[in-house]
């Protein structure tokens, strides 16, 4: 039993606030939970003083203080992830691609000129609440601890440069998927997220606030999320804001290819290794929007998926073009389906990870 602040800093390498223990003994998890509307009790943070990261600690979940000159909140400098921890049917907690979520932040860190944050102080911050959060991880299949680490520029001002400070935060959510029950998709044909040689690789705030305006005029018409077409010419799919799209044509699955402008995501990629794997014949490559419309007519479409971390996989009920039309493959969740479940296995530590994306995190 650790006794005091400075013992637990010695145990764990970094601040444990004397709240914590408190605040996480009095945590209840509802039976309910959602997607992001339970919050753990706690946050990891780091802080980048223009030469090194420091003052790392666990603090209870609360309101941040930021100057309100502060370029994440006037620029947008702003990276995150969206990764997440399993305990089902077993003791011990496990993180899935945490590598890879961590490269990708380097990534969209690059893309923004920040600082790349250290892979062990990305480690550090997710095992830290992983180890915290252990209580309240859900056991259930399906559910889990979604972790959402960021880093944002802290220093204030309005030159348009990097600012010289950052901060690393990590909270989480105890969370049932993104999406419940098949999805009703707006294709977009008029707002555009990304284009060549702008930020749609990266997972950064500012894709998510050029969704906003089309993502709310498609809730207002009944549909859960858009599909976004190329810049130019609206002719060729992207992805759909927080989640990457698959087709089932003519029994061969097809995905866009990651064209410079689509977020990379890692669940996609994970289900292109598994379909490589189970032996589906997949395709990268540029697809048409009325080309799949099209197929989805003739037939030939038969299903229609999207999966992120968020959502894992989600079944597409129909697409529904700007003029009201809509297009119906004749099957729902049936590949879609298989695909979770082989993802999910492995997530939850059902079956072996012959991939090597699944990480023990132990807490006893
Ligand atoms: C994720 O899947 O992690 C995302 O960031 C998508 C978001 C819509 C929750």
């Keep these: 039993m650790l006794t005091s602040a400075a013992e637990r800093k010695a145990e764990t390498g970094y601040r444990i606030a004397p709240?914590?223990?408190?605040?996480?003994?009095?945590?209840?998890?509802?039976?309910?939970?959602?997607?992001?509307?339970?919050?753990?009790?706690?946050?990891?943070?780091?802080?980048?003083?223009?030469?090194?990261?420091?003052?790392?600690q666990l603090l209870e979940y609360g309101p941040l203080q930021i100057y309100p000159g502060a370029r994440a909140l006037q620029y947008a400098e702003l990276v995150f992830e969206g990764m997440k921890a399993y305990r089902v049917g077993h003791e011990q907690p496990n993180l899935f691609r945490a590598h890879d979520h961590w490269q990708r932040l380097a990534n969209s860190s690059a893309r923004l000129s920040i600082p790349v944050l250290p892979e062990d102080l990305f480690l550090e911050g997710v095992e830290a609440m992983v180890r915290a959060c252990a209580p309240f991880i859900p056991r259930i299949s399906g559910r889990s601890l979604y972790l959402r680490p960021f880093v944002y520029g802290t220093e204030p001002g309005y030159m348009i440069r990097n600012s010289t400070t950052l901060r690393f935060i990590v909270i989480a959510n105890p969370v049932e998927p993104y999406a419940?029950?098949?999805?009703?998709?707006?294709?977009?044909?008029?707002?555009?997220?990304?284009?060549?040689?702008?930020?749609?690789?990266?997972?950064?705030?500012?894709?998510?606030?050029?969704?906003?305006?089309?993502?709310?005029?498609?809730?207002?018409?009944?549909?859960?999320v858009v599909l976004w077409l190329d810049a130019p010419e609206h002719r060729y799919i992207q992805e759909l804001?927080?989640?990457?799209?698959?087709?089932?044509?003519?029994?061969?699955l097809h995905t866009p290819a990651l064209d410079g402008t689509i977020l990379p995501g890692i669940?996609?990629?994970?289900?292109?290794?598994?379909?490589?794997?189970?032996?589906?014949?997949?395709?990268?490559?540029?697809?048409?929007?009325?080309?799949?419309?099209?197929?989805?007519?003739?037939?030939?479409?038969?299903?229609?998926?999207?999966?992120?971390t968020a959502a894992i996989v989600a079944p597409i009920r129909q697409l529904v073009d700007a003029d009201g039309s809509a297009h119906a493959p004749k099957l729902l969740d049936v590949l879609a389906a298989r695909l979770r479940e082989s993802l999910l296995s492995i997530q939850e530590r059902r079956a072996p990870d012959s991939f090597g994306w699944v990480r023990e995190i132990r807490i006893g």
């Design 267 to 308: 669940t996609r990629d994970s289900l292109i290794a598994i379909a490589r794997r189970d032996g589906l014949k997949l395709h990268e490559r540029r697809m048409e929007i009325d080309e799949l419309i099209g197929q989805i007519g003739s037939g030939r479409c038969t299903e229609l998926f999207a999966c992120g």
């Design 19 to 56: 709240e914590c223990p408190g605040a996480i003994a009095s945590f209840q998890l509802p039976a309910t939970l959602g997607f992001g509307l339970v919050t753990a009790p706690v946050m990891y943070s780091c802080e980048y003083d223009g030469r090194h990261w420091g003052s790392r």
């Design 241 to 252: 804001s927080g989640m990457n799209l698959f087709a089932v044509i003519d029994g061969e």
């Design 180 to 224: 419940s029950g098949a999805m009703s998709v707006a294709i977009e044909r008029k707002d555009s997220r990304a284009g060549l040689g702008g930020t749609g690789t990266a997972k950064t705030g500012g894709n998510y606030a050029a969704s906003l305006r089309a993502t709310s005029a498609a809730g207002t018409r009944g549909h859960h």
